[in-house]
DNA sequence: CTGTTAGCGCGTTCAC
DNA sequence: GTGAACGCGCTAACAG
């Protein structure tokens, strides 16, 4: 193995001389600077991070915490899209991207924990923004950074990275209206009452307002208490739901009771494959990608300071497609 | 930060004897070495991996990689499933699971490469079994451990876990014949022909024989071809799909064309939230969980013999729901 | 600006 | 059976 002595050696100057180079510290002129980079580069050297990190007390990881299954999804395709913006950003930091992830928050905690004090990880990414998470609080009782996904509205000045879900759920619901000329538009959402579903919801509201129409919402959940719903509300013409799946599950329902013709969908995250139904869905996509990529910036902003007007958030647009 | 020399102190011994005390090495005597075990646990401490793999030479950490979304459907909830199975093993052993997943097949082995050498990993699961594989052949060039999800039939000698999907074909395929009484059912598949695709349909295909039924087949892909499959057989009562999401496109198409009554459907994977379609879907359970605990087996059957009668390959068994 | 030295925390010689 | 000393590869403190 290539280690930082043989390039060092090479280059005809010391070890230390040679890390300072590699690590482009200042008190070394430029000229050996590059030309020690460069000898490395041709000669194929790679730093060996066990040994880096060591040093440094930190290890070049970043833990990154899926939701348990009975506070979200985890096998939302949402996610997987999200950990491919987050390791893309990561790896070009030089960066590893260490899952935790468990069907119990006890399980997941003790994996969180054991990351920290075995494996000095520092720096964290929380899938979701729960009330009262436990993580959150470990993270913050060690002071390490953590960057969550979706706004932590009992803990305002953690760090987070949101769609702004209010304008989404405006522009949606204007989609749906104007666009699409739904006169009847019903509000579908989960039973568990999401800080995003209540951002989109809001935003509907507002549009409904504005067109005068009777903002009317669904919660999903007890299958006849919804069959009922929809039997006591023929008027419907249409769906914004705030997820791919609840809209598809109401529409089912819709659909078992008359064969509606015109009944078109907005909802969120776009996550079902083409040609899963034959619904008029409108997916908005909110480029968990990006989101993904908007956070670790925010996870290494101590390090790279970053151009955005408000530090500490950073809002994704959307997109109706 | 407690370190090896504290309790080295605390215990009125040399850090070697804790050292070897806590790694249970033969050499030292009974007594003393549960004294110094019982002593770290009693003051929390925990040993620094950072500085364990600089010695080591190798990270405590397994590579983890996803298909690309051009070979597999990397958002497939499976993969989910597979990740939780596989971090439950890992983080007993004190690992840490890192992931490697990106968009295009260069960057992905880049991600890989980089993991090797920066970061010394030498253990990986590959998700997927593809045939030429550049990065399954990097890993075989660098005689690294890894073992692929499914078999990968270019390469016979290597580890991989996977389900008997012959027989889960053929035990799908008679609980469609048998219990589901179907008496033309379809076999439907995506257009990747995908090696357990295969297996699957040959199971179908026996059963077929079996019942005397002509065996019938679809790829998907092209809509109007699918159509045009359909118009011209109308005898199907039945579907058998290698997926949830084939199945339930397929079942579309056919809806589109008359509203049967009964219809059952078997496909694989359990992946649909419930409540999403209204077919008769029953579901196989590969249990991927079970799978990935199977792999961290495999991967560390090196150190921790396996039970098995096969080693080098685990089958999972399936159930039908 | 650059070289020398001393650790980071652990496992592992090699002696006793 | 136990302890002292060294080295893993790298960075940082102290020199010059």
């Not at 009782?141 to 000045?157: A, M």
């Not at 995003?196 to 809001?202: F, K, T």
Request: net charge negative; aromatic share 8%.
């Amino acid at each position: 193995m290539l280690t930082i002595r043989d390039i060092a050696a090479k280059a005809g100057v010391s070890v230390s001389t040679a890390s300072r180079a590699l690590n482009n510290n200042p008190r070394i002129s430029q000229a050996t600077r590059e030309r020690i980079q460069a000898l490395a580069e041709a000669e194929g050297y790679l730093p060996n991070y066990n040994a880096k990190n060591l040093t440094a007390g930190e290890a070049n990881a970043v833990g990154v915490v899926f939701p348990t299954a009975d506070h979200s999804q985890p096998e939302n395709p949402f996610y997987i899209d999200l950990l491919r913006g987050i390791n893309s950003q990561l790896t070009q930091r030089h960066y590893v991207l260490s899952v935790a992830i468990s069907k119990t928050a006890d399980e997941l905690l003790e994996n969180v924990k054991s990351m920290v004090a075995q494996g000095k990880i520092k720096r964290f990414v929380l899938m979701y923004a729960h009330h009262d998470d436990p993580i959150a609080a470990f993270l913050r009782q060690q002071k390490l950074r953590f960057v969550t996904i979706g706004q932590p509205d009992d803990h305002p000045s953690d760090y987070f990275v949101d769609n702004d879900n209010l304008e989404a759920g405006i522009g949606g619901a204007t989609y749906l209206l104007d666009q699409l000329h739904v006169k009847h538009p019903v509000f579908v959402e989960s039973s568990h009452n999401w800080a995003y579903e209540q951002q989109r919801r809001q935003g509907y509201e507002r549009v409904a307002a504005t067109f005068n129409v009777e903002p009317l919402t669904c919660k999903l959940g007890e299958l006849n208490r919804v069959r009922l719903f929809i039997k006591q509300h023929p008027e419907i013409d249409g769906i914004m739901a705030t997820d791919d799946f609840n809209a598809i599950e109401f529409y089912r329902l819709v659909r078992e009771q008359s064969a509606v013709k015109h009944f078109p969908i907005v909802s969120f995250n776009h996550s079902l494959p083409e040609g899963l139904t034959d619904a008029n869905l409108h997916s908005i996509n909110l480029f968990p990608e990006k989101m993904g990529s908007a956070t670790v910036a925010l996870l290494f902003s101590d390090r790279e300071p970053l151009a955005t007007p408000t530090p500490g958030r950073i809002k994704i647009p959307y997109e109706i497609k």
